[in-house]
DNA sequence: TCCAGATACTCAAAAACATGACTAGTCTTG
DNA sequence: CAAGACTAGTCATGTTTTTGAGTATCTGGA
C-alpha cells in the first residue's frame, strides 16, 4: 500500500517522468523506498486514473517524448491522510544476515568475501549520500538548515540512509574481521 | 526465494515446530528475516516435500499434538550452496520514512508522535535484545565469546539487530526534535 | 466460573514485488 | 564506424508477502 506514497512523496520533489522517477529510486529515493521501473510506471498509470496525478506530454527533439507528471491536490490529500495513519514497524530483511546466522554449520569463506563486498558498497554509497547532503543543504552548515532550510523533508531522510549504510559498513567490517580471527584460531588447534 | 534459507538457518538452532518456529521469527530471526505464521507454515510444507527439513510428530497431553523439523543433509547442502551465492543488496523500507520525505507539505504533528512512538519501540528492542546477547553468550564477556563462543552465528545477526535498533532510534529522537523546533520557529514568525 | 490468552494449525484470496523480454532512436567513446 | 550505453517506455508472467477468517483444546487470573 505504500508503494503509492513513495511516488507521491517523490512527485513533490518536482515533475519527474517515469523514467526520471526511477533514477530518484535509485538515488535519495532508495533511503527509504526500492521498487522497479515497471513497477513505477504501473503505479503511475494507476495514480493518473485515481485523480492523484496528472501527466502532461511533453515534445522532445532527438529524443524520445516523455510523459511529467505532477501531484494533485487529491494525491496530496491522500499523502495527507497517508501521514495521519498509523505505521508499521520497518523491519532488516538481508540475505547476507541469514547467512551470518547459519556460519556455525557453514564454510566461512564465501561469507566473509561477500561481507568485505557488502562493506566496499556501503563505503560507496556514503561517499554518495555525503554529496547529496552537502547539494541539498547548498552553502548553509548543518545546523542552520536543520533549524531553517527547504526542504527539509529529504534531507532527513538522506540522513537515515547516511546512517544506516555507516551501521552496516560497521557491521559488515567488524563481523569480517571476527570470523576471520576464528578461522585462524580453528586453523591453529 | 530466501524465506526458505531463513527458515533452515532458523532450524539450525534446534528443532521447532512452525509455531515455535513463529515464535523465534518474532524475536531472534527478526533481526534479519520477517514472516507471518502462516507463511512459515507453508513453507515448511514445501521444505518437507522437497527433503530439506524432516518433521516427527511429538504427541502431547493436555495440549494439541505438534511437528518438530530438523534439517537434513540436503536442507543443508542447500544452505551451502546459498550461502555461496551472491547476496542482493539490502534496502530499508519504511512508512515512516516516506511520511518524513513529504513533511514540507504535511502537518507535522502527526508525523512528530510517530517518531516519539517509534524511538520508544525502539528503546524496548534495544533492552529485549541487550538481554538476549547476554542470555547468548551465557558467563563469558564479549570479546573472549567473539573469539571462542558457540554459536556464534546467532550472536552476530543479534549484534546487528541492536545496532540498527540503536541507529534507528537516535534517527527518530533527533528527526522529532528538528521538527518540534521548526514549528516553534514557524509559530513565532 | 467465565473470559482472555496460549497452543497448534489450516485454507483461501488479494496485494505487492520481481523478472525477463521487447521497441526504437540517439549519443558517446574507443 | 561500430559497440555499448542512455532515453523513454510497454507487456506478460511468476513469485512472495500480506491479510483475514476459522478450528479446537487447555491454562491462568479476576
Redesign the pocket.
Same mark, same amino acid.
Do not use: F, V
Given at each position: 500500500? *505504500?508503494?503509492r506514497h513513495a511516488v507521491l512523496a517523490a512527485l513533490l520533489g518536482g515533475d519527474f !517522468?517515469? %523514467?526520471?522517477l526511477a $533514477?530518484e529510486f535509485g538515488l535519495g529515493v532508495a533511503n527509504f523506498w526500492? *521498487?522497479?521501473?515497471?513497477?513505477l %510506471?504501473a503505479e503511475l *498509470?494507476k495514480l493518473e486514473a485515481e485523480g492523484m496525478v496528472v501527466g502532461r506530454q511533453v515534445v522532445?527533439e !532527438? =529524443?524520445?517524448? $516523455? =510523459?511529467l507528471f505532477r501531484v494533485t491536490d487529491t494525491g496530496l490529500a491522500e499523502l495527507e491522510r497517508f501521514a495521519a495513519a498509523p505505521s508499521?514497524p520497518s523491519f532488516i =530483511?538481508d540475505d547476507l544476515l541469514v547467512k551470518v546466522q547459519a556460519v556455525d554449520r557453514l564454510g566461512t569463506g564465501p561469507v566473509i568475501e561477500q561481507l568485505d563486498a557488502r562493506a566496499a558498497a556501503a563505503e560507496a554509497k556514503i561517499e554518495l549520500l555525503g554529496k547529496l547532503l552537502v547539494r541539498l543543504r547548498g552553502d548553509a552548515d548543518e545546523e542552520e538548515f536543520l533549524r531553517r532550510g527547504r526542504p527539509i523533508g529529504p534531507y532527513l531522510t538522506c540522513r537515515r540512509g547516511l546512517a544506516f549504510e555507516e551501521e552496516h559498513r560497521d557491521w559488515c567490517r567488524s563481523t569480517a574481521a571476527v570470523l576471520r580471527e576464528r578461522q585462524v584460531l580453528r586453523a591453529e588447534r
Open positions: 500500500m *505504500a508503494l !517522468s517515469g %523514467y526520471e $533514477k526500492h *521498487a522497479q521501473p515497471q513497477q %510506471y *498509470a522532445q !532527438s =529524443r524520445p517524448n $516523455k =510523459r508499521k =530483511r
